[in-house]
């Protein structure tokens, strides 16, 4: 079993800056991918931002184009995204994710869920 512990969420101004970590602990050994997606009120969960493994290709929405960083820590097991310019659109609550199917924007392909963290973006 693997846990995902997000953290990072919080209340900001648009134009602000946001950085969320989300920490993996448990059976982590096997090379794995992660995800950011979330979830507004009303909407479904949408996929935000995707690493790989080794870091060296990520993925994101068009929405949060060059506005967010995803980035990873293997040696803390641990990924970051990181948020600029924020908008009251980006309101919402954001879930890491794991995958060890090697599946980046795919819902359905990822394997463990955190618990969410809210972040509330102000106009």
């Known amino acids: 079993q693997v846990q995902l512990v997000e953290s990072g969420g919080g209340l900001v101004q648009a134009g602000g800056s946001l950085r969320l970590s989300c920490a993996a602990s448990g059976r982590t050994y096997r090379p794995y991918a992660m995800g950011w997606f979330r979830q507004a009120p009303g909407k479904e969960r949408e996929f935000v931002a995707a690493?790989?493994?080794?870091?060296?290709?990520?993925y994101y929405t068009d929405s949060v184009k060059g506005r967010f960083t995803i980035s990873r820590d293997n040696a803390k097991n641990t990924v970051y995204l990181q948020m600029n310019n924020l908008k009251p659109e980006d309101t919402a609550v954001y879930y890491c994710a794991l995958s060890l199917r090697g599946s980046y924007t795919d819902n359905d392909g990822y394997d463990y869920w955190g618990q969410g963290t809210q972040v509330t973006v102000s106009s």
């Open positions: 690493i790989s493994w080794s870091g060296s290709s990520t």
